[in-house]
């Protein structure tokens, strides 16, 4: 099976596939974000307040080029790394199937609201999720439509599909 690595946009549900992926499949995952507060002991709202979106940035590209030449099976990015050419190059030298979890705003809005964890949800969130998306489908290998299905029936999809 090839290596999965999860994008889409903020709240579309990576944290969620990739658990299932996990405790029904048995596919160990790394979250990057998580990974990123972990090497940087901060919260990423944090990195964003203190030093700016491009700091993230950068350290976003270094936790995914060094873990997806780890040979995780599963990579859940962050909501904005794919728009970035140089991570989406990484993740394909590293054999990595992208797949999309394509989800209408409206549901994610109803997920994600109340959230302050996410420094990029705010006013302008309707006009970045119509720049990203057009960018999400060219870049992925795979493209799920999300809103008609359970989060089973996602996990499930993507195996059949990989
Ligand atoms: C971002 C999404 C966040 C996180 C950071 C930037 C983005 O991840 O990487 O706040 O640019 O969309 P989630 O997609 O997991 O919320």
Redesign the pocket.
């Known amino acids: 099976m090839k290596k999965i690595a999860l994008c ?5 549900g ?2 969620t596939i990739a658990r299932l992926l996990k405790s029904k499949y048995s596919l160990e995952y790394v ?3 998580e990974y ?1 507060e972990k090497q940087a002991d901060m919260k ?2 944090d990195i ?1 307040k203190n030093f700016g ?1 491009e700091c ?1 940035r950068d350290k ?1 590209y270094d936790a995914i080029s060094t873990l997806s030449s780890e040979n995780i099976p599963v990579l ?6 794919v ?1 970035k050419e140089r991570n989406v190059k990484k993740l394909k030298e590293n054999g990595y199937t992208i797949v999309f979890l394509n989800t209408s705003l409206e549901t994610i809005k109803e997920r ?1 609201k109340n959230d302050p ?5 705010d006013n302008n969130v309707n006009e ?1 999720y119509k720049k ?1 998306m057009p960018i999400y489908s060219s870049v992925c290998d795979i493209n799920i439509d999300c809103d008609s299905k359970s989060a089973d029936e996602v996990a499930d999809e993507i195996i059949k599909m990989v």
Do not use: Q
Not at 76 to 81: I, N, Q, R, T
Not at 117 to 121: A, I, M, N, T, V
């Open positions: 889409g946009f903020m709240g579309c990576k944290s979250d990057t974000d990123v990423i709202s964003f979106e993230f976003e859940s990015l962050g909501g904005g790394a728009m994600v964890s996410r420094p990029l949800f970045l990203r």
